[in-house]
């Protein structure tokens, strides 16, 4: 059974009720954060008003609480406390608490909290809350990478075969997966929050996340497992993407974001199937920034496409193998052709000279296109010219006059230069058609520049479906609806 606690914390009684009462529509469980209160009183009102089952929390703050309580301040709370469903007690005061007050041990999730990281004693943690009665055992810890959340995937297959009750979560983005997969490995609940900017520990995402872009509630054992490799990862919409494509594909899977620094270690511990640490029905990948190319060392097998672009974007668990393909050329040349037909002999400008320029630029020599490579670094422009023996200038004071295609592989356009575009409409005045690779926003600063140049343009969201496509051809050997790929992603991003 998967249960979801949505965990209000507001500093009013009547904030603390309304926020308490809209939570109760869409979770399990309510958590009722009394350290966040500046006055404890009239708790009781709130609790009439919610049919949900009710934890209650007063937590300090080197348990990651809201306020600065001494033992004292803690035990007086408790003694007069309402009695709820739950009452989540510190370890370092439950059976203090529970003798003071003559509480039943079935009613306590006994926790231990570490927001700096996963204590190398996990294990005697665990074993120090088992030793106590309560019914239901509660540890988080902080994650930095995704390998951090092995641990808690470890305690959680250890408390099942015990035949204890444990909620086990990974805070953080890169724990994001624990809150996913926990209640399929028997996490007692998994936590979410009412509104992202409601969180009430990091990573906390929402119960309409949990349950409408991971399906939460239909991931057991037996779901495949597929997701993104990268740092950062949390903004993607490839989640939106393939978990939108499984439902309506009928296929038990998720997609989830993995934040990963140490690439490798990831791959080593947690992906490759003979050394892998956990159990689970991992199979395939996608990979993105900063790890495309640095992966190729952990991968039994990579298609001669990736090997000359030098970069995987998509890894397929085959048995005990790993297989390494590189759908990014090919997403990138199919919403081509279809506004330009053949690119035999068409005049291309590439603007960039790194992962991204690196991969237009083989695909369009591929398809007999003649590139011309534009880059601030000039530099580096040589170096990938030389590379490909292809023309590069500066992108100072260029013009894109008579070229047939320019292509934006920068991230100018997104993120903090948002408002930003490598070329103007003056600049493009007189060029055929502009693609740019940037997808979000959907309609970039380049692409407003290209429609004032009278110019044909290709959204970057084309090319992250069609490579996307290929990417779950390759898990499921099922083709995908493209029109619901580029939907749910144009849906997250606000279109």
Known sequence: MTRICVAVCEKTVAALESAAVRASESADVVELRVDCLGAVEDLQRVLDRLSRPVILTFRPSQ????RELDHEARQSFWKTAARTEWWDLEADLASEVVLATHADWSNVIVSHHDFSGVPKDLTKVYERLAATPARVLKIAVHADDIVDCIPVFQLLDRAR??????????????????????????????????????????????TQKLRSVYHVDTIDQETMICGLVGLPVMHSV?????????????INGVYLPLEVRDVQSFFKRMVHPRTREIEWKLRGLSVTAPHKSKVLESLDWIEPDAKQIGAVNTVVVDNDKLRGFNTDASGFIEPLLKVMGSLRGLRSAVIGAGG????????LLKNEANVTIFARNVEKAHALGKEFDVSYASLSDASYAGYDLVINATPLGSGESIDQAPAT?????????????????IETRLLKEACKA??????????????AKNQFELWTGQSPSSTEMYESAAAALGH
């Not at 009278?454 to 490579?467: F, H, I, P, S, Y």
């Open 63 to 66: 348990q990651g609480g809201h």
């Open 161 to 206: 075969t015990e035949g204890r009750h444990l909620i086990a979560i990974a805070m953080g983005n890169a724990g994001l997966p624990t809150r996913i997969l926990g209640p399929s490995r028997g996490s007692f609940l998994t936590y979410a929050a009412l509104a992202e900017e409601r969180a009430t520990a990091p990573g906390q995402i929402t």
């Open 238 to 250: 490839s989640p939106h993407m393939h978990n939108a494509v499984f439902r309506a594909a009928g």
């Open 356 to 363: 991204a320029a690196r991969a237009a630029t083989w695909a």
């Open 425 to 441: 409409a003056e600049q493009l005045a007189g060029a055929g058609c502009v693609y740019d690779l940037v997808y979000n926003p």
């Open 454 to 467: 009278d110019c044909k343009t290709v959204r970057g969201l084309e090319m992250l479906v069609a490579q």
